[in-house]
């Protein structure tokens, strides 16, 4: 097999290798990791039922937990071979900001029956006070409770602003990067300053993920090739295409578009 590439002064690297396959279980777990993570960044935007079998056939095979897929650890060991049951009463204490009431608190006492036909035993068992202990939940504690997920709020026109101030940013950033004219280091402010916005509406971030997927992905790659000295116009070809859909993806969100929330995943991450 042959091996070429580019290095950091821009002279060209070939070498022939024999392949040879590695005893390390390690390089096949990270390969997978990696391959999976690009099929969840393709599941994110397309839905695909093709990337979706690949992500569940992959984590099977390697082992690697996803968002499709659990793994469950079963015991046969049996500990309890008498099947019997037990009753472990646990005090704990009362949860943070709640208050109770006073309650009676009763000892059940057991009572020798009379020989013969008398009363069988019975218990006497402490009785709750008239008026039921209420416990009373702390109003902000409630208030939270019963608010909407963060992910069904709509964007407020300032976070829009924001996000947009921010992609355009970007856009330029990469524009003239991509004409030998820009920096790594302003790319780099620029694609930490999108992400930082993004991460301050969740109703847009969970709306782009095309956009969040080129941000950790293929921006990472051309800033590093920039401050490596080995970037070319072939890279930044190679990402255009990416970059159109995920600006044309946010530009729909931010100019009002009905792109559906995010799931839990998509919340979550």
């Known amino acids: 097999m042959r091996v070429t590439g580019r290095r950091a002064d821009g002279s060209r ?24 993570a690009d099929l969840e960044d393709e599941f994110r935007a397309s839905h695909s039922d093709a990337a979706r079998r690949q992500i569940v056939e992959l984590s099977i095979r390697h082992t690697v937990l996803t968002r499709l897929t659990a793994f469950v650890v079963v015991d046969d060991q049996v500990v309890n071979v008498q099947r019997t049951r037990r009753t472990v009463v646990q005090p704990v204490e009362m949860p943070a900001e709640w208050q109770m009431g006073p309650m009676a608190s009763g000892v059940g006492k057991w009572f020798n029956a009379p020989t013969g036909g008398g009363p069988q035993p019975t218990r006497a068992m402490g009785r709750m006070p008239a008026v039921k202990a209420q416990a009373s939940v702390p109003l902000r504690l409630m208030e939270q409770l019963t608010r909407r997920p963060a992910v069904d709020d709509p964007a407020t026109p300032a976070e829009r602003e924001q996000v947009t101030r921010a992609l355009e ?21 620029a694609r930490r300053e999108l992400l930082r916005a993004l991460g301050e509406t969740l109703a847009i971030a969970t709306a782009v993920p095309r956009l969040q997927a080129f941000l950790r992905g293929a921006a990472v790659e051309m800033v590093t090739a920039l401050a490596a000295g080995a970037a070319s116009p072939a890279l930044f070809a190679r990402h255009a295409r990416a970059l159109q859909q995920a600006r044309d993806e946010a530009r729909a969100v931010l100019g009002g578009g009905s792109a559906p929330a995010g799931s839990f995943w998509e919340s979550s991450i």
Do not use: K, N
């Not at 940013?169 to 402010?189: I, Q």
């Open 169 to 189: 940013g970007f856009l330029r950033a990469f524009t003239e990067c991509r004409d030998g004219g820009g920096s790594p280091d302003a790319l780099e402010r």
């Open 13 to 36: 690297f070939e070498q022939d290798v024999e392949p040879r396959e590695a005893p390390l279980a390690a390089i096949d777990h990270l390969w997978a990791r990696a391959r999976i």
